[in-house]
């Protein structure tokens, strides 16, 4: 399962960090996604890592502001959000794929998603 926490309300240049806990899979096995749906629009690609954290792959709409990380020992993963826009208000949500990609339908776990909501 995964467990995707982290989430909630900020003001416009603020920051926040999401994690998305895994248990019952081991998570060094797998690339972690993240993803994000806002109201009224299709879910979207935001940053993948591979099972080492050795590379990541950006949205351009995130790259510079957003970053990825992992912790196989901790079995959590880590999305690191600075200079918050209004825009990046979404429901995010952790994925684990076999290898690192913005395909979605390649991931075979998700989690359940966590509310981020920035404020201008």
């Known amino acids: 399962q995964l467990q995707a926490s982290g989430g909630g309300l900020v003001q416009a240049g603020g920051s926040l960090r999401l994690s998305c806990a895994v248990s019952?899979?081991?998570?060094?096995?797998?690339?972690v996604g993240w993803f994000r749906q806002a109201p009224g629009k299709e879910r979207e690609f935001v940053l993948a890592i591979s099972r080492s954290g050795g590379s990541t792959y950006y949205a351009d709409s995130v790259e510079g502001r957003f970053t990825i990380t992992r912790d196989n020992a901790k079995s959590t993963a880590y999305l690191q959000m600075n200079s918050l826009k209004p825009e990046d208000t979404a429901v995010y949500y952790c994925?684990?794929?076999?290898?690192?990609?913005?395909?979605?339908?390649?991931?075979?776990?998700w989690g359940q998603g966590t509310q981020v909501t920035v404020s201008s």
């Open positions: 019952g899979l081991p998570l060094s096995s797998y690339a």
């Open positions: 994925a684990l794929a076999n290898l690192p990609t913005t395909t979605q339908a390649l991931y075979s776990h």
